[in-house]
């Protein structure tokens, strides 16, 4: 167990239609990172949090956004989704150095 | 051309064998480097972090980076059938934390 939450586990839902995707960092991190794992494209980044700012953001869709709150808890929030969304949805967090813990992932099915 | 490079496999070997793995890559800013441990779509486990170029080594694992080469190898030894996983290398620059991944190498070892 890493320490990273995420909530849901699972999420099935239709294209067009607006999900949120929640992760708690690990106790005293302050970096939150997302990343996207689909079989065709591997492990992408999509963006960086830091203390309630972001720090840093990849190939990360403009239908795609993400906050970190006062409490360090991330959300990603994913709209207009098409099938191509699917995959699964990697939080991960670290104290502000270069190792990154991950969470468990929400797996996401786009019908 | 990707960033990573890493032979997705998948490799298969008898139990007590040592598991060679690598992964190449193009980006010379790259400074961290790191292994991670993934089972069947859960979670990628830090498995060894290393700085720069050299060795590393943490009961069966041991990392290698060679900075020249721009090429880095995990060795499992003595496999068994628990780590039968996919193993994704991973690499940072410095003051850029988010990570660059490999595509993942699945292994299997066999009882």
């Known amino acids: 167990d890493s320490g990273v939450t995420q909530t849901p586990k699972h999420l099935i839902t239709a294209t067009g239609q607006r999900v949120t995707l929640r992760c708690s960092p690990r106790?005293?991190?302050?970096?939150v990172y997302w990343y996207q794992q689909s079989l065709d494209q591997g492990l992408q980044f999509l963006i960086q949090?830091?203390?309630?700012?972001?720090?840093a953001k990849g190939n990360i869709l403009e239908r795609f956004s993400a906050q970190q709150f006062p409490d360090l808890h991330s959300e990603l929030n994913l709209s207009s989704l098409e099938l191509g969304d699917s995959a699964l949805y990697f939080c991960?967090?670290?104290?502000?150095?270069?190792?990154?813990?991950f969470g468990p992932g929400t797996r996401l099915l786009v019908l | 051309q990707k960033e990573v490079e890493q032979d997705p496999g998948p490799l298969s070997v008898p139990e007590g064998a040592i598991v060679s793995l690598n992964c190449t890559y193009s980006?010379?800013?790259?400074?961290?480097f790191m292994w991670y441990r993934q089972y069947s779509r859960k979670g990628p486990e830090l498995l060894m972090y290393?700085?720069?170029?050299g060795n590393k080594e943490d009961g069966r694992f041991t990392a290698q980076v060679d900075k020249s080469s721009k090429y880095i190898s995990l060795f499992i030894r003595d496999s068994q059938p628990s780590d039968s996983a996919t193993y994704l290398c991973?690499?940072?620059?410095?003051?850029?934390?988010?990570?660059?991944f490999g595509a993942g190498t699945t292994v299997t070892v066999r009882a």
């Open positions: 106790s005293g991190d302050l970096s």
């Open positions: 991973a690499m940072s620059a410095q003051d850029d934390y988010k990570l660059s």
């Open positions: 290393t700085y720069s170029s």
């Open positions: 949090y830091y203390n309630g700012e972001e720090r």
């Open positions: 991960a967090s670290s104290p502000g150095g270069e190792t990154q813990y």
């Open positions: 980006n010379s800013a790259f400074q961290y």
